[in-house]
């Protein structure tokens, strides 16, 4: 089981991408969901995860401000909206979700990559300075 993410590229640094992700199953399959990246030479790690139920998200503290985890539980998707790039940002981004079988577990939110099950390919963004 594979997820489907897209928007990557390339962008100045102060330019804005979204990325978007879909989860597989049928819609409003219950999942919590988050956003990974991998630089070269470094370990994967969270940038922004975000509960089942959508009112309770997490963000790395270098893209508080900058980025925004949205999802659309109709849809089965959840989208990256990064703003105000770095040169930093650069690297291979990667949706993951975990299935949520229980009241609590769609309350809650997953930040390590341990926890997750189901990745997507990865996407590439570069932010030229």
């Known amino acids: 089981v594979q997820l489907q993410a897209s928007g990557g590229g390339l962008v100045q640094a102060g330019g804005s991408l979204r990325l978007s992700c879909t989860a597989p199953g049928r819609a409003r399959s219950a999942y919590t969901m988050g956003w990974f990246r991998q630089a070269p030479g470094k370990e994967r790690e969270v940038v922004a995860a975000?509960?089942?139920?959508?009112?309770?998200?997490y963000y790395l503290d270098s893209v508080k401000g900058r980025f925004t985890i949205s999802r659309d539980n109709a849809e089965n998707t959840v989208d990256l909206q990064m703003s105000s790039l770095k040169p930093e940002d650069t690297a291979v981004y990667y949706c993951a979700a975990e299935p949520a079988y229980t009241p609590t577990q769609a309350l809650g939110v997953l930040t390590h990559t341990t926890e997750y099950s189901y990745w997507g390919q990865g996407t590439q963004v570069t932010v030229s300075s």
């Open positions: 975000i509960a089942y139920t959508g009112n309770r998200s």
